[in-house]
């Protein structure tokens, strides 16, 4: 069913059955305004930790704490109706160990309504996946690009190539044994992409993988165009917001300048006599 006719957001349960049929949109989000702007319009919406980049200015996402997190998933809880919020577990919430992640993903779920976590990692964490399924928490799990391990990575760089295929392919089946009810792929190459997608059983969900993930994800302001600091590969601008919004600013500027804002229109005049 698609999000516009659909009038409750679908759970963890839905999105896996969508697996091979319609397409999941998904898109990320961190403000209430963001969030009312694509609810009809997303199957699953997921306040990323890409929001200490985005929003906070911090030069990579292991800064994220788990109190923004809260702030941000809350908001935007607030703005959808229709479609399932998923909420990123910050950098150092949840690899300790199974018990350390359930008491975070429990907080972030209680304090903003998340319906489901996401973490990063494949194989290694499937023990910590299977603990939190098997507790009430539905995972959504990442593998590829993974952020939070940038410097372990070496760079944002195109995951899967070659040698490492069969670590992700083995990533990949590990993280849908313990339960995750999708994964996201990032920076994959796209015949892999397609291998894993076909491979397992639960949905892909692509961010620079392949058309043939079973959905696909962008964080928002970089497909608005309000996230310029560099633009990736994969991401298709679908609005020029940033270059629009500087133009408007210095329209406002000019204008006060000018005094020519506030105009009539915007002022108060003195209450009539007698009114
Ligand atoms: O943090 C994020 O925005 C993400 C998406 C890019 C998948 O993890």
Redo the contacts with the bound molecule.
Sequence with gaps: MSATARKTAPLPDDILAMKGDTPIVSL?AYTTPMARMMDAHCDFV?V???VGMVLHGLPS?LGVTMDMMIMHGAAVARGLEKSMLVI?MPFGSYEEGPAQAFRNAAQLMRETGAVAV?LEGGEHMAETIAFLVARGIPVMA?IGLT?QSINTLGGYKVQGRDDQAEQLLADARAIADAGAFSV?L?KVPATLADQITAEIPIPTIG?GASAGCDGQ?L?VDDMLGLFTAFKPKFVKRYAQLGTDGEAAIAAYAADVRARSFPAEEHTFADKAPGK
Excluded: A, F, N, R
């Design positions: 990320t997921l990323g930790d890409s996402t990123d996401k990442h952020p996201v990032e961010i994800i964080v």
